[in-house]
């Protein structure tokens, strides 16, 4: 069994930060590609921002210059630094991991959600 558990949600003013921690656990050998995704009421779950296993990034254009992802690889975590929020950020945020298993099984993860309010 595989889980990715998000943490760092929460309700913020316009111009504010906040920081998204996800941790991967179970039957993990290794981890290839993590990303968080965010879905808004009535739009479709999007990119935000991803990170290989060789820490190559790639961001949406509407978080670039705001948002950073990191990761740890040693600890099987991923981090979304977020700054400068604006209303239209305002979504689930959504953790993805695309992995392998202890089983040799390889396949894509994603963690429960965790809310993001940014108030105008």
């Known amino acids: 069994q595989v889980q990715l558990v998000e943490s760092g949600g929460d309700l913020v003013q316009a111009g504010g930060s906040l920081r998204l921690s996800c941790a991967a656990s179970g039957s993990i050998l290794r981890i290839y590609d993590m990303g968080w995704y965010r879905q808004a009421p009535g739009k479709q779950r999007e990119l935000v921002a991803g990170?290989?296993?060789?820490?190559?990034?790639n961001y949406a254009d509407s978080v670039k210059g705001r948002f950073t992802i990191s990761r740890d690889s040693a600890k099987n975590t991923v981090h979304l630094q977020m700054s400068s929020l604006k209303p239209e950020d305002t979504a689930v945020y959504y953790c993805?991991?695309?992995?392998?298993?202890?089983?040799?099984?390889?396949?894509?993860?994603w963690g429960q959600g965790t809310q993001v309010t940014v108030s105008s």
């Open positions: 990170i290989t296993s060789g820490s190559s990034t």
């Open positions: 993805n991991a695309r992995l392998i298993t202890r089983n040799f099984a390889t396949g894509e993860y």
